[in-house]
């Protein structure tokens, strides 16, 4: 590409229209999502080369801070850049632009360990009293989390549909409300998981079908229900006040498990909700929208990091248009082009938006 390669050349000044053009090119990259792609094969002497001669021509833009964050995250280990995303998705305003150029650097990120490909669709065993065997080795009802810490140590990325058949049925909210605190490092300890706000009595419910694998008191828990779920991920739910479910019992999306309340080790009632895959916890805001009631996407995205699972969300994201929303602020917002989310959606790049329509975004 003339671009990467005139980027290469740029140590000091050369001819300035002859930078100027790349820059324009760089941009229009950008815009086509492709920076990261486009800047893989340079050394970091060349993207810091790029960046200070955009600075020189146009000064600090978007694309120089895009160039810093991809000379940060090159050098990031995965355990890094599991916590960089965690800290993105508490934002109030959760820059999901940002989060996608980062999807697309850890997808198109050179692996040392020969890579699985991911699996598009995983569809899971037919409809069974215990889910997913092929992932769990066991089914325990007296542990919430049983599992052997190797467990998966094999997996390097895969796919996990969430919704969308028969089987895995559609997503509801545990319980809709806000969000006291979040996942991660939490006042000297680690959460591994969000807790929600909620009143004694008020009903709490499973987020997809499965099975449940515990419904009982367990240390600071209190009442606690497992979920193992058709899609391979298990779900918690501490701190009720009443079980409405018991063990081994199918359960359907948004069927209450629980009335909530604040048992076991806990201050002021609240639902204490964790989500985890073969034992590891993974952040519920990585693929929950508690602000759409809905998720993020259909599919969630798991790579293998030594401690535990990287999620985020698959590149396919979808974006619920609200009122006021054009296609072009749209397109800025998540740093995409008017033509690509036409091509996308298969309409007009000029198409009168409905509130509440879902556009695709990538
Ligand atoms: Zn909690």
Request: with cysteine; glycine share 10%.
């Amino acid at each position: 590409m003339s671009w990467a390669m005139a980027g290469g050349g740029k140590e000091g000044s050369e001819g300035t229209s002859n930078t100027t053009r790349d820059t324009v090119q760089a941009v229009v990259l950008y815009g086509e999502e492709l920076l990261f792609d486009a800047v893989d094969g340079l050394s970091d002497q060349q993207i810091a080369a790029l960046r200070d001669s955009i600075m020189q021509h146009q000064g600090a833009n978007e694309l120089c801070n895009y160039l810093n964050l991809y000379l940060s995250l090159k050098n990031k280990t995965d355990e890094e850049l599991t916590l960089y995303i965690d800290s993105l998705f508490e934002s109030d305003e959760i820059p999901y632009a940002l989060i996608n150029q980062i999807n697309i650097f850890i997808m198109n990120r050179p692996e040392e360990i020969p890579m699985v490909v991911p699996k598009d669709l995983f569809v899971t065993d037919s409809l069974e009293s215990i889910p997913c065997r092929h992932f769990y080795p066991e089914w325990v009802n007296s542990n919430p989390n049983p599992y052997d810490v190797n467990l998966g140590k094999e997996d390097t990325s895969l796919s996990l549909l969430l919704v969308g058949n028969d089987l895995l049925g559609e997503f509801s909210l545990p319980v809709d409300n806000v969000i006291t605190s979040k996942f991660g490092w939490r006042d000297g300890r680690n959460h591994n998981g969000i807790d929600v706000d909620l009143e004694v009595w008020d009903p709490v419910k499973t987020i997809f079908p499965g099975v449940v694998r515990v419904a009982r008191t367990y240390g600071g828990f209190g009442r606690v229900v497992v979920v193992r779920h058709y899609n391979g991920l298990e779900t918690t739910y501490a701190h009720l006040h009443r079980f409405k479910v018991k063990e081994g019992d199918a359960v359907t999306s948004g069927q209450v498990i629980g009335l909530g309340g604040s048992s076991g080790h806990s201050t002021g009632s609240h639902l204490h909700f964790e989500v985890r895959f073969k034992g590891k916890p993974i952040n519920p805001l990585s693929f929950i929208s508690f602000k759409e009631k809905a998720l993020v996407n259909d599919t969630l995205m798991l790579k293998r990091t030594t401690n535990g699972y990287l999620a985020y969300p698959k590149g396919l994201m979808i974006h619920i248009v609200r009122k006021g929303d054009t296609l072009y602020e749209i397109a800025k917002m998540y740093g995409t082009t008017t033509y690509k989310l036409a091509e996308l959606n298969g309409i007009r790049r000029n198409e009168y938006l409905i509130i509440g329509q879902r556009i695709r975004v990538i």
